[in-house]
């Protein structure tokens, strides 16, 4: 996934995952920064940035990394419930928008060579187990571990703690200390990755094993296939091509971020 002389880029939510990797890194004498995208969320967001906040004076700091803080309300014009609102979009959607381009823009303004993020076992099976079901080849084409830089305008993304599970990573947490927030963010009450987790934790009680099994099981199909992401990267160069508006690529005019921005911008100038 990457090397020690290689910058890499953490995205951080306050949450036992993301501060675990960006521990993990730092422990292991990688070059790990953080970003944390405080989305406005009333009391959340506060007690998240505060966690996130206190790791990295604790931890990161003295190791010489950096905390990057990007403030929705400040930069977009309005907290994620508000802008979801303006858009008649799920927050989820809205947020998942936000994160991506961001996390993309901060690490080829700054540099860095890899974004890491703390998807953990769970997350993967449960996100595998929702495009199955719907069919979406395309998000099935790019669910893997790595994702290459496809194209100038694109950094690496990796999910280095794809093989842990939930329960690892907060026994990992305790053991080593690390104060983390243990409630779901309120805003993805009704989200379908939760009830996809439900459903896979009750196969798991049932059947030990299931979720490595069942990810795992693709990871092995996907290298022998030409849905692999590294076989993907010819293709994608074919099909995207900078937005109009930003610069970052995209298949469209205008990427979705671009997109969402405007369509905001517009409804609240009426």
């Known amino acids: 996934m990457f090397d020690k002389t290689e910058r890499i880029l953490v995205a951080v939510s306050g949450g036992k995952d993301s501060l675990a990797l960006w521990h993990i890194l730092l422990m292991l004498g990688y070059q790990a920064d953080a970003l944390y995208v405080n989305l406005g969320i009333p009391g959340y967001s506060d007690r998240s940035l505060e966690k996130v906040q206190r ?10 990394a950096l905390l990057h803080v990007h403030k929705v309300e400040k930069e977009e014009g309005a907290g994620i419930q508000e802008l979801a609102d303006l858009v008649h979009r799920p927050p989820c959607s809205v947020c998942g928008t936000i994160k991506r381009y961001q996390f993309n823009h901060l690490a080829l303004e700054h540099r860095y060579d890899v974004m890491a993020t703390g998807h953990n076992l769970d997350d993967e099976a449960a996100r595998l187990l929702g495009n199955i079901l719907h069919w979406q080849t395309d998000y099935l084409e790019k669910q893997g571990p790595v ?4 194209m100038e305008g694109f950094a690496k993304k990796v999910k280095p703690l794809y093989r842990l599970t939930e329960r690892e990573l907060a026994a990992y947490c305790v053991l080593t200390r690390i104060d983390y927030v243990v409630e779901e963010c309120p805003m993805a009450q009704g989200a379908r990755t939760l009830l996809y987790k439900d459903v896979l934790n009750r196969l798991e009680t049932h059947s030990p094993g299931t979720k490595q099994s069942f990810y795992w099981g693709f990871l ?5 296939s030409s849905l692999h992401p590294q076989a993907m990267a010819a ?6 091509h900078p937005c109009l508006t930003c610069g970052q690529p995209t298949v469209a005019d205008h990427c979705a971020y671009c997109k969402l921005m405007a369509r905001a911008k517009q409804t609240m100038s009426h």
């Open 55 to 64: 790791f990295a004076d604790l931890v990161a700091k003295p190791r010489g």
């Open 147 to 150: 994702l290459p830089a496809s």
């Open 220 to 224: 092995a199909m996907q290298g022998r």
């Open 235 to 240: 293709s994608d160069q074919a099909l995207l």
